[in-house]
């Protein structure tokens, strides 16, 4: 599975090729098509084929005959239109295929989208590379970092932070724990403490697949290593392997849904592993794409605000002059917060 | 909606542009890019897009990197092997956009498949044309021939007859109806009968666009005809029309789930009109956009049969020289009759 | 297809019996089960079926063994907490079935969502009855009001409507119409121009399913009316029927997308019949079922508002003070008009 | 999350409880609610609710206003036809609510499915429990012994094998391996051997565990263990864990579809492991509470057979007297092969 030379021929052949066409076709897509982009220690993501572009959408919404004569102008106005009135449809007729390298915990929450197709690499079939994910310090460190900014922005310097630390207490509440809460990576960690910690699940990613080789019982080109005794199947023999291994898939999705993974997954509130995934696919990827669609996307929906009633009402009286706090709002103090953030207010 | 010159000039101007791009391209399908295939009295299906062929199956099954370097034979001989063994997600790697027009009446049938993506043509906020569907005299005629054969290819005489027919009568079982039942097109239906009843369709169906107009009080610019009065809303001016009027969509969906769609709407039980399309997306698009997909599904699934445990019990009793009834073989009439239609066997 | 004494004698049955179960039950659903909800002319909403109430959300959402001991006050902010961050999985652990009777014009924007799943009346098989939707004029003349109330409220006498109206005009725009603009139900409609529009929907309707009655050539039991002729078959006779006959469906789906099909349907832009379905749906239906659920709903989504960054940004300003106009705000008119009218400001 | 002794109260006092609906209810499905189906080494399935029976599939089927008043007979001869000419719509609107145990390479195969509804316990929010499968070498053993019964039932002596060994050779083509293929649990296993290799995965297991906690540094009430150092985060630390290690998920799924999942996860080609737990949903639960769809399942799609157009000509020459050996088939080897286990035919 890593990219060695006859891979990288393989890429290079299919960038070479060029053929005529009389699709929408998308020379900033064109540009990238089959690339790598590198994500985390050994992951990446790859354009592997795309349908449609931001015209396509206006010519879905207006059920056209052809791609029409209207201005630039009036199609951007429109796809914001669309985006802001949540007239999803016309988004859905644009298509993305990808070629993604991840960890397994990773491909876990990706693939708990479902209105995705998907063809994974079978480790009941066939043999996984030894490569596996180890967070890199300088990552944890600017974690840790994002985290105290956060701290700040929060109301007091009590643990009770704004942000993702905050949607982990309440997933606590669900799990039902009690005691301290440790969520999110720890703004604490020393260096060395992260060091050895990385060493460890180094060590023990190693060891899982050295009993993964021992259990196979073969060589990387299928022969037996021992002649002597049987292997174990390859569908068992996995089971050894930790979820920081990488897995491999082949993911195709419409824009619409795209987009909706995207709001999800390339929120803060995602775990940073597959944040990196998604920024790279929302900025690097449809941003060449779908120019104004991203810039529809990005002030309307990944950048914009949902106000509540209780928070509508809340600045409707601070406009006309109220000076509200909290306990005058009719909000929890954790709405509060999240109002006064969206204001840019300290409270 | 009719195809008018200003709309032909648009797809001319989209045929005539060509862009150069890496993506995987199917000639024969860029021959038919845009072009219109005529179904029923005013109906089309137009290919507006398409993404993979059927090497991006076979390279989407392998999670491979590049095109690969198989031959041709070989990609041919895993297709049959997935669409033989039901591994669909590979299937699901190609998309196809079209551009349809058809009655709402084989509208509403079409929709009710929901795995696809749909833009449709707007009878809230747009007029809809004086545009409605006459059934072909002939296509009644032909109708009426392949009932008759039907009636020879069964047991009997009787008015049960094989194919879609029967599926009528069951469906009459649901609607708890009782008496003759009259279902499908009856074939002792005369020339003039037919005559007569086309020409009330038409009255009716004109009568109706009369109405809407009247309603709307609008001409095709949307300026009012009637200074003096006000128009009811688009929206609720239709409500007047029948369902044989045409509308218009585009529909995107991917290559698995259009053959589930095919399976069924290119079968004989399904209706003639829906039927009309499907067999020019079968045989005039799908044929030419993924062959060797296209005749592996032609053997696998639109010409092959299923056999229940039963029906396999009666030919493994046939194969050992056993003279198996319909009263020995422990299926029921029907079954009895549908097992010796798939043999081939005048019972 | 009428409530018949037959039918009634039927629903009575079913909500005489009673059964002894240890599932979750809501006696506040028990008590409106299989009753008829009346919508329009001659429709209705009717639960056959529900699993689930807001409990159960909650025992998802923390993948618990039993129902737990958790405060019903905990729950509830739970549940607030799960639909204000899109925590959207939890609610699709609860599924809702109705028996629904609409116009076919209704029935098509409805069975447009497809994450429910359908069982449709078929009138390929079936014989329709003589019921057909003609509007009240009272409705039209509440919508009228509406639309009227809704101009005020916008920023000018100009005829850029905020609301319903708006879209409707941006529609115009997909539909590439000029002229003036006689999208929904125009205001100036008098009273006898409302009398006559109905009557005459009325007659083409009653003409229509004279013909339908006279190209099937059979009564109610489906004997011949004329025994020396031939009829033709429901699925080309019910051609003739105009979109506003009555069609019935069984639609089941879970409490997510309800909810999200009820944000669009229930909500002011959408078309005023589907609106009266979803009204019934929303505040009968899942007000009873889920209360906690319904009232978060109100709060975070329907009730709610969602702010661009552009939007934001003069928010923010405003609250410091600035004097912002529409000219310095950066937004589009439209887009500022919308943001005057979600922070009740008379522009 | 292993079961314990609050777990089971929990449980019981569920099952303790008593409701009274007018719903549709099931008593055998009532029997077995909440109770726990052992599967694997630490796995189980549990019923957490359940909606519809038999009787509600042809009550959607016929659009029905109430129970009605047909007999068992007829509506298992309604079910039977249904199933059989693929009118799959009713069947969805059953529902059934499952809590399950499985490993995470297991939950990974099973939320491949992309039609129900899921809610997976959080390994990024919550501490996993130190469970994790170790196969039972009797199942290997039992394993064994199938495909050796399988290899006799094949054309001769050769390694390419009918069934999942078959499926998983080509899968191997998939792959693009050379060499010996060892797919599938390798029938020259000793018991010493098992032994080893089943010893070597609980070692790898367990360290990993030990790995875990070092990380986490934190005892099962959330306290740190060690005072004095930051522990990882959850969602880092779990990536030390092989996906052997149990997870537990709601899942809620249409009985259409849920149909579906068996016919591809209670196959022998499907891993024993998914196997196992699909055996139980369809034997022990689909067949409780739904009997007649069970049946009619088990008859014309678990049991059943398809003939491809190849097959069919083939069937038809043997019965018409010719003998047709693999040569003169027109067939591959394989799906000679193929087809003569389904006719029970040595070749």
């Known amino acids: 599975m890593p990219i060695d030379d006859h891979k990288r021929a393989e890429i290079e052949a299919q960038r070479a090729a060029a053929h005529e066409t009389r699709r929408v076709t998308v020379p900033a897509m064109e540009a990238i098509l089959y690339e790598r982009f590198d994500v985390l220690d050994h992951g990446f993501v790859r354009v592997i084929d795309y349908m449609g572009d931001d015209a396509a959408i206006v010519q879905a919404a207006r059920v056209s005959y052809g791609a029409g004569t209207r201005k630039v102008r009036e199609d951007r106005a429109l796809i914001r239109y669309l985006l802001r009135h949540r007239h999803t449809t016309p988004f859905e007729m644009c298509e993305l295929k990808l070629h993604i390298k991840a960890p397994i915990f990773v491909a876990r929450q990706w693939l708990r989208h479902r209105t995705a197709s998907v063809n994974e690499y079978s480790a009941r079939y066939s043999r996984l590379d030894r490569e596996f994910y ?21 109301s007091s310097g009590m ?11 309440t997933r606590e509440e669900l799990a039902a724990q009690s005691g301290t809460n440790k969520q999110g990576r720890d703004d604490s960690l020393t260096d060395e403490e992260a060091r050895q910690a990385l060493s460890r699940l180094d060590w023990v990613s190693t060891r899982a697949y050295g009993v993964y080789e021992n259990l196979l019982n073969e060589d990387e080109s299928g022969e037996k290593k021992d002649p002597d005794r049987a292997g ?24 619409h849904n795209l987009l909706h993974f995207l709001s999800l997954r390339a929120d803060a ?62 909000l929890s103090k954790r ?13």
Not at 134 to 154: G, M, T
Not at 159 to 169: N, Q, S, T, V
């Open 269 to 330: 509130h995602a775990q940073y592993e597959i944040r990196a995934y998604a920024d790279v696919i929302l900025d690097r990827i449809v941003a060449q794409w779908v120019p104004a669609t991203h810039q529809a996307f990005r002030d309307y929906a990944m950048d914009a605000a949902s106000l509540s009633t209780g928070a509508l009402d809340v600045v409707r009286r601070m406009l006309a002059g109220e000076a509200v706090d909290q306990a005058k709002s009719g």
């Open 159 to 169: 643990d009770d932070l704004f942000g993702w630390r905050e949607a982990a207490e």
């Open 232 to 255: 174990l199947a390859r569908e068992l023999a996995r089971a050894a392997l930790p979820v920081n291994y990488y897995t491999q898939f082949y993911w195709k999705i419409d824009l």
């Open 134 to 154: 180890v967070p890199d310090p300088a990552h944890l460190q600017s974690v840790r970092e994002e985290q105290i900014a956060r701290q700040r922005a929060s």
């Open 335 to 347: 709405e509060w917060r999240e109002l006064m953030a969206v204001l840019g207010r300290e409270p």
